[in-house]
């Protein structure tokens, strides 16, 4: 079965500073790979999406992800924090079953530090 | 372009209850995908309708259904509400390929009490 593996469910980081949040997958074949983010009080927002066109995929915000698939990795980086960007972060994984199912990842809660 | 509606917003039943909830995805988009988010469990996929069609399902009971209608449009019903059944219940909308990604509702907050 496949499943989503995010690292750490909470990182705290200064405003400027690197983020980077780590997704593993587990998946026999190249899925469908998302980054979700989630405000206080509202649904998922779209931040990326990997679809086997390039490796490194931009996303919205200054957000960009890696697929690396000899790690079965997908980690989710911005350069430089901004107090925006504190919210809930999930890591997604897309097969086509007979149906599209999607798997999310517990999630990661980025906290942003003035 | 309007984004996908769910209604109600919040909603409070009682154990035992049965409710319905709904959403509306973005026009032209025909899967409709249901979840539930609990700070235990995390999102938790509950089914795919894909014209009108059950596509796929998670794992949950049967007093947890759904439909969808001819314009896409969605209702799921849970019966015989338990406590646990509290949750964000979220409505996901894609045109149907699963490689374009989802666009969410901004929810449905049951509480059971």
């Known amino acids: 079965a496949q499943s989503v593996t995010q690292l750490g469910s909470h990182v705290s980081v200064s405003e400027g500073a690197l983020v980077l949040l780590r997704c593993n997958y587990s998946s026999s074949v190249p899925p469908y790979l998302f980054w979700y983010v989630q405000y206080p009080n509202q649904g998922l927002q779209l931040l990326l999406k990997y679809t086997s066109a390039a490796t490194l995929v931009k996303g919205i915000n200054g957000f960009e992800a890696e697929f690396k698939k000899s790690e079965t990795s997908f980690h989710l980086t911005k350069p430089s924090a901004h107090m925006s960007d504190a919210a809930e972060y999930f890591c997604a994984v897309t097969r086509n079953t007979g149906g599209f199912k999607t798997i999310f990842g517990a999630g990661t809660r980025l906290f942003v530090k003035a | 372009k309007a984004g996908v509606t769910q209604t109600p917003r919040y909603l409070i039943k009682t154990r035992g209850q049965q409710v319905t909830l709904s959403c509306s995805p973005i026009s032209g988009h025909r899967s409709v995908s249901w979840y539930q988010q609990t700070p235990g469990q995390g999102l938790q996929f509950l089914f795919e309708y894909f014209s009108e069609t059950q596509r796929n399902k998670g794992n949950f009971p049967g007093r947890f259904s759904g439909r969808q209608f001819s314009n896409s449009r969605s209702e799921m019903n849970v019966s015989t509400l338990e406590l646990g059944d509290s949750a964000l219940y979220l409505c996901?909308?894609?045109?149907?390929?699963?490689?374009?990604?989802?666009?969410f509702g901004s929810g449905t907050r049951l509480t059971v009490v």
């Open positions: 996901a909308s894609s045109p149907g390929d699963g490689g374009i990604g989802y666009t």
